[in-house]
């Protein structure tokens, strides 16, 4: 047969523990502000809710027997769990606390993320951020699945149940091989891509139908046969000669600039050719106005990079 749960209240644990701290009736029910006969009548209640004899009564200081201390020990965890979830509470009604379950792709999460996520522990240390890299497609149905609460993404990205916040457009570079005659020219545009072979990342990532549809309005081959599965397959494909290919500014900044030069990296239109960046989530989470910080918190990290647009 199951066990019934005796009647207890936090309040009766409250009382159990401020007994234990002061060893004495009186200052105990000063502590918890009230008088000393309704604390004593609690202790009762809570003890004759559990059969057991939680205080030692005679003269001298107040002790408690051995299931009391026990009961007290217990209580204490108690009390600071429902504190907790009281802190917790205030957090997330004022700002950002608790684990949020960020989806990120592999293009870009790798390059900002540790910048945010060192700025987010310096203002937000009840914050805790729990990030998968993936695809975007993937990770756009992951969201609507419930895996992720959010997702940091490019855009656009399609769903009538999504919210979208812009963060910031990314340049996107020309990288090269170190021998090609076009590192001769200090900035590229649409006519330098005629008949060039064009590498890119598989169909699963956004920036591929981006450089695709570049291709075709240059004149530029892109390449079928050798698709990229991650921006440094890409580079080392550039650096092998197989053609050229765009790369994002955070990647060319982490992994490009000021190390050995296998590639060359070039600005296209003027650094006018760029993804655009954001944050998605489903529109009926209860976490709008926190995600919407959070993505405030973003773009004020993104402004330390000079090649990054903010928007929004």
């Known amino acids: 047969m199951p066990v019934s749960v005796p009647p207890l209240t936090l309040r009766q644990m409250r009382y159990l523990v401020a007994l234990e701290e002061t060893a004495h009736f009186r200052e105990a029910a000063e502590s918890c502000g009230i008088s000393q006969p309704s604390l004593s009548v609690q202790i009762k209640t809570l003890e004759e809710a559990l059969g057991l004899t939680l205080v030692e009564r005679g003269r001298g200081p107040v002790r408690l027997t051995l299931a009391g201390r026990e009961v007290s020990a217990r209580s204490r965890d108690i009390l600071d769990a429902t504190q907790g979830i009281l802190d917790l509470s205030v957090t997330l009604k004022s700002g950002l606390g608790g684990t949020i379950r960020l989806g990120t792709s592999a293009t870009l999460g790798p390059y900002l993320m540790p910048h945010v996520v060192g700025d987010l522990h310096k203002s937000h240390p009840d914050l805790r951020l729990y990030i998968r890299e993936a695809a975007p497609r993937e990770l756009l149905r992951e969201l609507n699945d419930g895996v992720h609460d959010l997702i940091l993404t490019q855009l656009p990205v399609s769903g009538a149940a999504l919210t979208t916040s812009r963060l910031f457009r990314e340049p996107l570079s020309v990288a ?32 591929h139908d981006q450089i695709s549809a570049l291709c075709v309005e240059t004149g530029a081959t892109l390449s079928r046969d050798y698709e990229g599965t991650s921006l440094d397959a890409l580079r080392q494909m550039v650096a092998m000669g197989m053609g050229a290919t765009f790369l994002p500014a955070l990647y060319v900044k982490s992994e490009i600039e000021g190390r050995a030069q296998d590639v060359i990296v070039r600005p296209f239109r003027g650094r006018r050719f760029s993804r655009s960046i954001g944050l998605v989530w489903r529109s009926t989470t209860g976490a709008s106005a926190a995600y919407g910080r959070l993505a405030q918190l973003i773009r004020e990290t993104a402004g330390r990079f000079p090649d990054l647009v903010i928007e929004g």
Not at 185 to 205: E, N, R, V
């Open 176 to 207: 090269l091989p170190a021998d090609h005659p076009l590192t001769e020219k200090a900035m590229l545009d649409g006519p330098d891509l005629t008949d060039q072979t064009i590498l890119s990342l598989s169909p699963s990532y956004t920036l």
